[in-house]
């Protein structure tokens, strides 16, 4: 039983960092069959489980069983358990219930923090996709990084208040939220409170109504940080103000740490009472500038890796070029670009993204348009070779690996993937095709054929990987 728990545990962790359709498709029924000082065994249904899992999803099931048993765990290992189906294992999760249990629990959290402010205890935290690592630094913004890395290993000592300013989507609540699960991270016992300032309106009003403002006092008294976000949201509220100013206070003298944001200096937050600004200066303000071009590259390439979602150089080249605002203009690009590839199975290319930044209302550069149009006007097929050729390229294998017999699984795929699209783009007959791959029978291209077709529609990544190589010889 215990397994099941630690099980639980991993899954709650693993569906945080990844999309809730993959986490259907391809977990679905899952058990530890094995601990060991260094290893953790899973169990899986079937062995397309186990190669999807072992493919896509090592690592976060590995850095999972670290954070859950010890970092003494160096690997995780999967095998089809034929005893997983059985009622009375105890030791196996369903994940489609788990999911759906684990929607109702946010829920509830999501419901309950919106009623008050949201005190996070190390024993209750849930991971977070905000971490200092996953940050991208450039220049503009390495003073508010490394003053937020110095403040987790410090808190309340060093750069306090910390005061964080810059426009819109720069990253402000990224660090914010990262430095908080940092310190959580490092400091077992302290209380953290992440709050928005319209959320802490939302609690003060509530207060006054319910004649509750010596309790609300008395819970800020009893945390270690508080972050608040936006702070430019408490113009013209004056109570709410005074209230802020008075929990500064009780922070400040107990040397609790507080980290601030706003989307311009203290100085010029004019709509503020003037000794509620003088106190956000009282430590260390730092600013938040644009991302270069480098780095919005980066960026885009980074969020994508996050999302599992493979982004061609050229595309996000060409984002970067066009995208140039702030990092959540990129990151909405990159979804609007997800959305489209899991409704049509579109892959991104330089004239589909062209296409759409222009009609989202970006300019587009035309020295990539010209580059599109010239790979637009060479990619066009002559025979079979050329898309023989592209398999082989696009698979980074040799193409008398493809052409020849070997059951190795890094030619198995690039073979049916070859067959497939000599059959659907070109209308070649089962028996040509068969001849060229070395002479095989009717039977044994059609399965193949077939067997593609199928795995295509179960497969995002593979479908993903074939209308790559399609739009690369312009089929």
Same mark, same amino acid.
């Given at each position: 039983m215990e397994k099941h728990y630690k099980l639980k545990n991993i899954l709650s962790d693993v569906i945080s960092t990844i999309k809730k359709q993959d986490f259907l498709v391809y977990f679905r029924k899952i058990s530890i069959v094995e601990i060991s000082q260094d290893k953790v065994v899973f169990g899986t249904v079937s062995s397309f489980m186990k190669d999807n899992l072992e493919a896509k999803f090592n690592n976060i099931l590995l850095q999972a069983a670290k954070r859950e048993?010890?970092?003494?765990?160096?690997?995780?290992?999967?095998?089809?358990?034929?005893?997983?189906? =059985?009622?009375? =294992?105890?030791?196996?999760?369903?994940? %489609?219930? !788990?999911?759906?249990? =684990?929607?109702?629990?946010?829920?509830?959290?999501?419901?309950?923090?919106?009623?008050?402010? +949201?005190?996070?205890e190390r024993k209750t935290a849930t991971p977070s996709r905000y971490s200092l690592k996953n940050f991208i630094v450039w220049g503009d913004n390495q003073l508010a990084y490394s003053a937020c890395e110095a403040v987790t290993k410090n808190p309340g000592k060093s750069y306090n208040p910390l005061y964080i300013y810059g426009d819109v989507g720069l990253g402000k609540t990224h660090l914010l939220q990262a430095t908080g699960n940092e310190i959580l991270a490092k400091f077992k016992s302290k209380k953290v409170v992440y709050t928005t300032?319209?959320?802490? #309106?939302?609690?003060?009003?509530?207060?006054?109504?319910?004649? %509750?403002?010596?309790?609300?006092?008395?819970? !800020?008294? $009893? #945390?270690?940080?508080?972050?608040?976000?936006?702070?430019?949201?408490?113009?013209?509220?004056? %109570?709410?103000? +005074?209230?802020?100013? $008075?929990?500064f206070n009780i922070l400040y003298d107990a040397n609790k740490q507080i980290?601030?944001?706003?989307?311009?200096?203290?100085?010029? /937050?004019?709509?503020?009472?003037?000794? /509620?600004?003088?106190?956000?200066?009282?430590?260390?303000?730092?600013?938040?500038?644009?991302?270069?071009?480098?780095?919005?590259?980066?960026?885009?390439?980074?969020?994508?890796?996050?999302?599992? !979602?493979?982004?061609?150089?050229?595309?996000?080249?060409?984002?970067?070029?066009?995208?140039?605002?702030?990092?959540?203009?990129?990151?909405?690009?990159? =979804?609007?670009?997800?959305?489209?590839?899991e409704l049509t199975g579109n892959t991104p290319t330089l004239s589909r993204i062209a296409q759409k930044l222009q009609k989202l209302s970006f300019t587009t550069d035309l020295l990539w348009e010209s580059k599109a149009a010239e790979k637009r006007t060479s990619s066009t097929i002559k025979s079979y070779e050329d898309i023989l050729d592209a398999v082989s390229s696009h698979f980074g294998i040799e193409k008398?690996?493809?052409?020849?017999?070997?059951?190795?699984?890094?030619?198995?795929?690039?073979?049916?993937v070859g067959m497939y699209l000599l059959k659907t783009k070109m209308n070649y007959t089962y028996e040509r095709i068969g001849n060229i791959f070395n002479g095989r029978n009717h039977a044994s291209v059609l399965y193949s054929c077939n067997k593609m077709d199928k795995m295509l529609k179960k497969d995002k990544t593979l479908l993903y990987e074939v209308n790559a190589i399609k739009d690369g010889v312009g089929i």
């Open positions: 048993f010890s970092d003494d765990v160096s690997s995780v290992e999967f095998i089809v358990d034929s005893n997983i189906d =059985n009622p009375s =294992n105890s030791d196996a999760v369903d994940c %489609q219930s !788990f999911l759906k249990e =684990n929607s109702k629990t946010t829920k509830k959290a999501e419901k309950e923090s919106r009623t008050g402010i +949201n005190v996070v300032a319209d959320k802490f #309106i939302t609690e003060y009003v509530t207060a006054v109504k319910k004649r %509750q403002i010596d309790k609300m006092l008395e819970k !800020f008294r $009893n #945390i270690d940080v508080l972050v608040i976000d936006d702070v430019q949201f408490l113009s013209k509220k004056e %109570q709410t103000q +005074n209230e802020l100013y $008075n929990i980290i601030i944001s706003g989307d311009r200096a203290p100085k010029e /937050l004019t709509e503020l009472e003037p000794r /509620l600004r003088s106190r956000f200066e009282w430590g260390i303000t730092v600013d938040i500038g644009k991302p270069d071009f480098e780095t919005r590259l980066a960026i885009i390439q980074e969020k994508a890796r996050e999302k599992e !979602f493979m982004i061609p150089h050229d595309v996000a080249e060409f984002i970067a070029a066009n995208v140039t605002e702030n990092v959540r203009e990129l990151e909405w690009v990159l =979804n609007q670009m997800i959305a489209e590839y008398e690996g493809i052409l020849w017999e070997n059951r190795k699984k890094e030619f198995m795929i690039p073979r049916q």
